[in-house]
C-alpha cells in the first residue's frame, strides 16, 4: 500500500465502505509512519474540501416553468405511448456557449504540412494548358471603363451577362440628422427620398441582358420595424404536427424579450435523426474543449459513455443549410457579408491528408470566397462595386442562379496606409509541431518582407504567462530576431495575451492607418466557457476602437476552428487558415492590403425578392452570417468588414414562380390569426389558396421549419403586384424585376451606414450564355454541397462539378482554381 | 417508492432540478437539451418508472441515484442522436451581474480557476468528480449512476484529484495553499 493506490484516495475521503478493515489498518499505519504520504492525504482532503466548497457554486438552471407544469400534470398517469414535447428553446447565446465540443477526428493529421501541392507547379500545368500569360495580366487588370470596353477579351464566351453596378458617379447628400439612430422612436417619416440617380456603367453596350431600371441611394428608412409588423417577437417556432403543447397559463416569455438576440444567433439545424417535423430553433455553437485529454492517462474503462471520445480532436461548429424559404411569406433575405477564407484551407488540408472534411468544416461561402472574380473596381467615392448575373442553376436546371459579388476598391502597395501591426503568438506547447510554429514564423517572415519604413510591429506572445518579446518598432531587422526566437512551451492562456496585445496596439495607435492584432495559435485554450464569451465581449469592444483582429489558425490535431471564427467574427477581423507556405504568400503576399487594410465595415446584404417572378429561395451558404430582417437597418447591430481588393460573392438558387418544389420550408398554418390579418402590409390581395404566413419569422433563412417531407407545395403566381406605398400598380419593368439587392455599409471608422440599392430583372440567361467566373462560382458552391452532402446538390455530381470548373477556369493567374480542379479529383475518389 | 404524488414530486424537483440540469447539462454541452432530458426523467418518475427496488433501505437516496441515472443515460442518448460529436463538460455560466469584461476577466482569473483545471481532466474524471463533490454522491452511488465498478469509480477519483492537485501546484504555485481555501 502507498499514496497511489487509489484506496489510499477513497480514505482520504472518508470513504470508508469499500475498504477491508485489513486495508485500513495498513493506510492508517502508512500515514502515522510517513510523513510524506501524510501530506499527500491532507493535500487531497484540502482539494477536496475546496472542490465541495466551489462546485456547487457552479451555475445550476431550473426547469422552465412549463416544463416543471408538464412534470406535475404528469402524475399517476400512466407510463404514456407518445413522447414528452420538447419546449420551445431559447436560443439564447449563453445556452450557446455552454456547448462544448470535440469532434471525433482520429488525429494522424499532423505531420505532411507543406504537401500541398505546389502552385508553381499548377501554373506549370496550366502553362502547358496553352493559357498564355499575357492575356492573363490583361485579363486581371479592373477594367474601369465597362461600358466603353466590352470584355471580350476578358471573357470568352461571346454574350457576358456579367452586369456591373457602378455607384461611382453619385453625389451622396447625407440625410440630415442621425435617423440611424433615431429611427426607433422617430415619427414616421415619408418614405426615403431618392437622392440620386446611378449611372448604370455597361448596361446598354454588352449585355443587352439584364435590364437595369435604375439604382437608388437612400436615407436610412423611418423606423426599423417594417410596416404592418410592429412588435411581433421573433419567436422560434418549434412545432409539432398534431401535438399540443401542454402549456398553462404560463405565456411564453422568453420569447419577447430577446427576439433580435435569437434570431441573430440563429441556425437552422438538420435532424439526423430524421425527425424532420421537429423545427430546430437555436444555436448550435460550441466551444472547443482542451486537448489535454489526449494527454491524460486514458482509462481502460469502457463504461457506456465514455468510449465515443477521440483524443486530440479539432472543433467544428455544425452548419445546417439555410432551406427554400417561399417569397411570398419570407420576401427578406439578410445577411452580413463575409471574407474569411479559413474553410477551404481546412478542407484543403483534409482532403490533402486523404481524408473527408466534418460537414461543419465546410462553410460555403468560404470557399466562395476564397476565389477572386472579375468583377470590376468601384468608382467614384464608394469603396466596392456590386455586380449581379442570374442564369439556370447548373445542379437544377428547372431553377434559376443569381450571383451577387462585391469588390472592394483595390489599393496600391505603395499607397497602403501604415500598419500599427501586434502579432500576438501562441507559443504553448501545442504549438510545437512543424505545421505550427515553423511554419507560423515562415509566414510571419513573408509579412515583414511586405512591410516599409512606416509600418510598425509589436509582438506579443502567449503561453502560460504572456509577455511582449517585442515593443512597436520600425526595425525589420529587430522584428526577424524576435521571430526567430520564439520558441513554443508551456500552456495556454490566451486571454491576458490579448489584452496586452490591443493594449499596445492602442497606446501606439496610428490615425488613418492600419491597426490590427494579428493572433496567430492553434486556437487550442484553456479558458472556461465564460471567460470565452467575455473574451469575445472584450473583443468587440476593442474593434470599437479601430484595432481590428486577424485570426489566423495553424495545425489540424485540436484546431479551434469555432472559436477562431467567433473571434474574427467579433473582432471586425477576418480569419484565415494556413496549411503551407503558398497560402501563407497568397494571405501576405498577394492579399495583403486585403488582409490589411478594411475599405468598408459592417457590410450588410438584404435582398428582396419579388414573389410575381420568385416561388421560393435559397441563400447558398452564410449560415453563420444570417441576420434578422430588422438588421438591417439597425446600425448598432455589427457585421462583416471588406478589406482593400477583396471579392465577396453571394448564390441565390431561385425556385422560379409557379414551379413546384418539394423543398420548400413551410410552417404550419397559424393559430391565432388568419392570413389576411396583414393582407393591408402585403403588396397583394391574398391569394386563393394562401400559405400561411408566420410574420413571426426573421426574413432570413432561418430555421423556423424544416423542409416538409416530401410534400410539393404549389406556389401560387401572383397577380397584378400594388404599389406598397400607394396602391398603384407597380410599373411593368418593376414587376418584371427578380429582386432588389440593398448593400448597407460604413466607413471604417464611421459609425453610420449608408444604403445602396439595385434591381435585378432575369434575363433568361442559359447556362451555355453565363459567364466564367459563375461557372466557377458555382463549381465552388458544387464542391461544397457535395462534401456536405446536401440535401440541395440536385443533380451535381463530382464530375458535372468538375466540368463547370473547367468551364469556368478562366486566366488563372494565380493558380488557385487549377489547384481547385485537383482538389474535386481527390474529394471525388475520397467520396467514392 | 411508487409514483410520488404532487407534492412528493414537487419537493423532488425543488431539491434536484437543478443540480440535475447542470448535470445534463455538463454532458449535451447545452441548456435547452438539458432540461428537456430533466423533465423526461421527472415525467417519468411522476408516472412510477422507477422500479420500487428492495435493495438499499435508504428510499431517498435510492431516488437520488435513480435520477442521477436516469437524467445521464437519457442525456447520453440525446447525445448519440443529434451529434456525431460528443461534447465535454464545461462549466456554465456562473451567476455574475455581468462587470465589464476586463473586470469578468480578472475576477475569473481566480474564481474560475478551479473549473478552467477540471476542463483539462478527462470527461469521465470530471464527470466522477462532479458526481462527488457537487452532488455528493458516494462511491457506490456513481458506480450505480455511471455503471462503472466502484474500483473504476475510486481510480477516476484518485488520478482526477491527483491531476487536479499537480496542475494547481503548477499553475499557480503562489495559490496553492490549499489550506486557505478550506476556509
Known amino acids: ?832 | 417508492m411508487p409514483a410520488p404524488d404532487t407534492l412528493e414530486l414537487t419537493a423532488l424537483l425543488d431539491r434536484f432540478e437543478r443540480p440535475l440540469v447542470r448535470y445534463a447539462q455538463s454532458i449535451t454541452g447545452d441548456l435547452e437539451s438539458a432540461r428537456d432530458v430533466v423533465q423526461e426523467t421527472f415525467i417519468k418518475l411522476a408516472r412510477g418508472g422507477m422500479n420500487t427496488s428492495a435493495e438499499g433501505s435508504d428510499t431517498a437516496r435510492h431516488t437520488e441515484a435513480w435520477l442521477f441515472t436516469v437524467t445521464r443515460n437519457r442525456a447520453l442518448d440525446h447525445q448519440r442522436k443529434f451529434s456525431r460529436i460528443i461534447p465535454m463538460t464545461l462549466p456554465e455560466d456562473r451567476p455574475s451581474p455581468a462587470p465589464g469584461p476586463a473586470a469578468v476577466l480578472e475576477q475569473q482569473e481566480s474564481a474560475t480557476a478551479l473549473f478552467r483545471l477540471l476542463d483539462a481532466l478527462s470527461p469521465n474524471q470530471r464527470e466522477v468528480i462532479r458526481l462527488k463533490f457537487q452532488n455528493d454522491l458516494s462511491y457506490r452511488e456513481i458506480a450505480d449512476v455511471t455503471r462503472l465498478s466502484v474500483t473504476n469509480v475510486g481510480f477516476l477519483l484518485h488520478t482526477g484529484l491527483k491531476k487536479l492537485r499537480e496542475l494547481l501546484r503548477e499553475q499557480a504555485p503562489e495559490d496553492f495553499d490549499l489550506s486557505r481555501s478550506v476556509l
Open chain 1, 1 to 832: 500500500m502507498n499514496a497511489d493506490d487509489p484506496k489510499f484516495t477513497a480514505h482520504a475521503l472518508g470513504e470508508l465502505e469499500d475498504i477491508t478493515p485489513a486495508e485500513r489498518a495498513e493506510i492508517e499505519a502508512l500515514l502515522a509512519s510517513d510523513p510524506a504520504a501524510a501530506a499527500e492525504a491532507a493535500e487531497t482532503q484540502a482539494l477536496a474540501a475546496r472542490l465541495r466548497a466551489e462546485l456547487p457554486g457552479e451555475a445550476a438552471a431550473a426547469l422552465q416553468e412549463e416544463q416543471r407544469a408538464a412534470v406535475l400534470q404528469a402524475v399517476g398517469s400512466p407510463e404514456p405511448v407518445s413522447k414528452v414535447v420538447p419546449f420551445p428553446r431559447r436560443a439564447t447565446v449563453l445556452a450557446a456557449l455552454a456547448a462544448c465540443v470535440v469532434v471525433g477526428l482520429s488525429i494522424t493529421l499532423i505531420f505532411q504540412a507543406l504537401q500541398t501541392p505546389d502552385i508553381a507547379s499548377l501554373r506549370l500545368a496550366k502553362a502547358k494548358a496553352k493559357v498564355p500569360d499575357d492575356q492573363v495580366i490583361v485579363a486581371l487588370q479592373p477594367f474601369t471603363e465597362p461600358e466603353a470596353k466590352a470584355p471580350s477579351q476578358i471573357l470568352s464566351t461571346p454574350a457576358p451577362v456579367a452586369q456591373t453596378l457602378q455607384f461611382g458617379d453619385l453625389t451622396v447628400d447625407k440625410p440630415k440628422g442621425d435617423l440611424a439612430n433615431q429611427a426607433v422612436q422617430a415619427p414616421p417619416l415619408p418614405p426615403a427620398e431618392e437622392l440620386g440617380t446611378l449611372r448604370l456603367a455597361g448596361s446598354n453596350g454588352y449585355t443587352g441582358a439584364t435590364t437595369i431600371s435604375g439604382g437608388k441611394l437612400q436615407s436610412p428608412p423611418p423606423g426599423n420595424a417594417p410596416p404592418g409588423k410592429p412588435g411581433v417577437p421573433a419567436t422560434m417556432s418549434n412545432s409539432k404536427p398534431g401535438v399540443a403543447l401542454p402549456v398553462t397559463a404560463a405565456p411564453l416569455s422568453t420569447a419577447t424579450g430577446s427576439s433580435q438576440f435569437q434570431t441573430a444567433y440563429t441556425e437552422t439545424r438538420a435532424d439526423p435523426a430524421g425527425h424532420s417535423d421537429v423545427a430546430w430553433a437555436r444555436p448550435i455553437r460550441r466551444f472547443h474543449t482542451p486537448p489535454n485529454v489526449s494527454r491524460d492517462v486514458q482509462l481502460a474503462t469502457d463504461a457506456a459513455g465514455f468510449d465515443n471520445l477521440a483524443p486530440g480532436s479539432s472543433s467544428f461548429d455544425k452548419i445546417a443549410e439555410n432551406v427554400f424559404l417561399p417569397a411570398r411569406e419570407t420576401p427578406l433575405s439578410t445577411f452580413s457579408i463575409d471574407v474569411d477564407t479559413a474553410s477551404y484551407a481546412i478542407v484543403r488540408r483534409f482532403l490533402n491528408d486523404n481524408q473527408r472534411p466534418p460537414s461543419g468544416a465546410v462553410r460555403i461561402e468560404e470557399l466562395l470566397n476564397y476565389f477572386t472574380y472579375d468583377y470590376p473596381q468601384p468608382k467614384g467615392d464608394v469603396p466596392f462595386s456590386a455586380t449581379m448575373e442570374v442564369a439556370a442553376c447548373p445542379w437544377a436546371p428547372e431553377h434559376r442562379l443569381v450571383r451577387i459579388g462585391l469588390k472592394g476598391r483595390e489599393i496600391p502597395k505603395d499607397q497602403r496606409p501604415p500598419s500599427n501591426l501586434v502579432f500576438l503568438i501562441d507559443v504553448s506547447g501545442s504549438m510545437n509541431m512543424p505545421i505550427k510554429l515553423p511554419l507560423l514564423k515562415q509566414s510571419l517572415g513573408l509579412l515583414i518582407d511586405q512591410l516599409r519604413e512606416q509600418d510598425q510591429v509589436a509582438i506579443v506572445v502567449y503561453a502560460g504567462n504572456s509577455g511582449c518579446v517585442l515593443e512597436p518598432t520600425h526595425d525589420k531587422a529587430a522584428m526577424r530576431e524576435a521571430i526567430g526566437r520564439l520558441e513554443a512551451g508551456g500552456s495556454t492562456n490566451g486571454a491576458s495575451g490579448i489584452q496586452l496585445a490591443y493594449q499596445i496596439a492602442q497606446r501606439s495607435f496610428i490615425k488613418g492607418g492600419t491597426n490590427r492584432v494579428i493572433l496567430a495559435t492553434d486556437g487550442d485554450w484553456n479558458v472556461g466557457i465564460t471567460n470565452q464569451e467575455s473574451l469575445l465581449e472584450m473583443i468587440a469592444q476593442k474593434a470599437k476602437s479601430g484595432v481590428f483582429l486577424t485570426a489566423l489558425g495553424f495545425g489540424m490535431d485540436n484546431l479551434n476552428d469555432s472559436m477562431l471564427v467567433k473571434l474574427a467574427d467579433r473582432g471586425n477581423g477576418n480569419y484565415a487558415y494556413i496549411d503551407t507556405l503558398v497560402e501563407a504568400k497568397k494571405v501576405f503576399v498577394e492579399q495583403l492590403s486585403s488582409t490589411l487594410v478594411t475599405i468598408a465595415k459592417d457590410v450588410k446584404i438584404q435582398v428582396e425578392f419579388n414573389p410575381a417572378q420568385v416561388g421560393a429561395y435559397r441563400l447558398v451558404g452564410y449560415e453563420k452570417r444570417l441576420l434578422a430582417k430588422e438588421d438591417f437597418n439597425n446600425d448598432k447591430k455589427d457585421a462583416g468588414e471588406i478589406g482593400a481588393g477583396h471579392t465577396v460573392t453571394a448564390l441565390y438558387e431561385i425556385v422560379p414562380a409557379g414551379q413546384e418544389t418539394s423543398q420548400l420550408a413551410m410552417v404550419d398554418k397559424l393559430k391565432y390569426q388568419s392570413p389576411s390579418d396583414d393582407a393591408s402590409a402585403k403588396p397583394a390581395p391574398p391569394s386563393p389558396e394562401p400559405a400561411p404566413k408566420d410574420a413571426e419569422k426573421p426574413s432570413n433563412p432561418t430555421p423556423a421549419a424544416a423542409p416538409a417531407a416530401g410534400a410539393a407545395v404549389p406556389l401560387p403566381k401572383l397577380e397584378t403586384p400594388v404599389s406598397a406605398n400607394r396602391g398603384e400598380p407597380l410599373p411593368a419593368s418593376v414587376r418584371k424585376e427578380l429582386m432588389t439587392l440593398k448593400l448597407r455599409y460604413k466607413a471604417p471608422d464611421g459609425d453610420k451606414s449608408k444604403l445602396l440599392e439595385f434591381p435585378l430583372t432575369d434575363p433568361g440567361t442559359t447556362w451555355e450564355k453565363s459567364s466564367p467566373d459563375f461557372r466557377f462560382a458555382a463549381a465552388v458552391a458544387g464542391y461544397g454541397m457535395l462534401l456536405r452532402d446536401s440535401n440541395y446538390r440536385g443533380q451535381a455530381t463530382w464530375q458535372s462539378v468538375a466540368e463547370w470548373a473547367h468551364e469556368g477556369l478562366g486566366p488563372d493567374a494565380s493558380g488557385y482554381r487549377t489547384e481547385f480542379l485537383s482538389l474535386l479529383e481527390k474529394a471525388k475518389a475520397l467520396t467514392q
